[in-house]
């Protein structure tokens, strides 16, 4: 579920939707956790899929590190890219804010920890890292888990709209890092290493 002081709005014609906080959402708040409406598709079911569900998949899910699919049931599937994201997504199935996220601002995460089938290519270019690749997180997972482990000190601190859906270890882990007492878990557990059996996520 997305945090409850955000929603879907049009934000251009070319990007079409997006997720907009209504509210100040600081660095460190849990922006999106998994819940049970969530779906699980996996590999299989995916490749029998016709051409038009298939493509739909890739567009609205992103790709577990054990090769399966997750189709967000609520407005976070419309999330855009950004090379310089607000959020991202952690190996808790959790996303928190890195920055300060301010009412109005669009809330976006960096598809490179989405495992892509193929390179993507957005409209706001940037300069070193022109394309979004399908081995993005071998390849920034640490810069990524840097930014984390940052905006996670001041998790505890903060209310959280959705604890109720993190699991009490989930939320004890998260406190853990923020307080210094544990590390992080390393982004780089969401990639899924193609030809491979995946791990369990």
Known sequence: MTHPDTELRLISPVIGHGVVARRF?????ITWARDPFDQVINANTHAALPEQLAAALDHFCYRRCDGSYLLCWDHGRYMNHSFTPNCLLTPYEVEIAVCDIHPGEELTNDY???????????????????????????????????????????????PQALAPLVPKGVT??????????????????????????????
């Open 172 to 201: 004890e882990s998260l406190q853990e890092v923020a307080l210094g007492f544990a590390a992080l878990r390393s982004t780089l557990e969401l990639f899924h290493h193609p030809g491979t059996p995946g791990g369990s996520c």
């Open 112 to 158: 490179g920890l989405f495992n892509l089938r193929e390179p993507f290519t957005p409209d706001d270019g940037h300069e070193g890292r022109p394309q979004v690749l399908p081995d993005d997180l071998a390849r920034h997972s640490r810069e990524w888990d840097a930014r984390i482990t940052a905006a996670l000190r001041d998790f505890s601190s903060l």
């Open 25 to 29: 959402l600081p660095r460190g708040t």
